[in-house]
């Protein structure tokens, strides 16, 4: 079976995926790098964004929103191989999130689809986004 998203239903999928799994990835000694100037770019692109009264607009908006918004700007995010001598370094693109995310295992991506996912789904995704493949767990 082969599942067709829109652009956007990946980009929903890939952030919370990045809620619920990017500290899961710690695990396998991996963290997540992008440019500090992407990051404030980012963070002011969103801010303008915000919805008055929203919990956003009280709080800001929360690292995994940024990360998106990192992509959605043109900008890149790279999972970082601490324990494997970089062997494992990975760089994605909002393209590689609009091409993936479709492409993690049927039933990790229906669970997180259905809202009943968890952090191993959400590894799964991660993995498949970032790799291409689910290389670890």
Not at 106 to 135: G, R, W
Request: net charge negative.
């Amino acid at each position: 079976m082969e599942v067709k998203l829109t652009t956007g239903e990946a980009e929903e999928i890939f952030h919370s995926a990045l809620c619920n799994g990017a500290s899961y990835l710690s695990e396998y000694g991996f963290s997540l790098d992008y440019p500090n100037e992407k990051y404030r770019e980012a963070k002011e692109s969103l801010n303008g964004k915000i919805e008055e009264g929203s919990f956003r607009a009280k709080y800001g908006p929360c690292r995994e929103d940024i990360w998106v918004e990192i992509l959605r700007i043109g900008g890149t995010l790279t999972l970082i191989d601490g324990e494997n001598e970089g062997h494992y370094n990975s760089t994605i693109s909002l393209n590689d999130v609009h091409e993936r995310v479709e492409k993690s295992p049927l039933k990790h991506l229906m669970d997180m689809i259905n809202e009943n996912d968890d952090a191993i789904t959400a590894d799964v995704i991660l993995q498949t986004v970032f790799f291409n493949d689910v290389i670890f767990g």
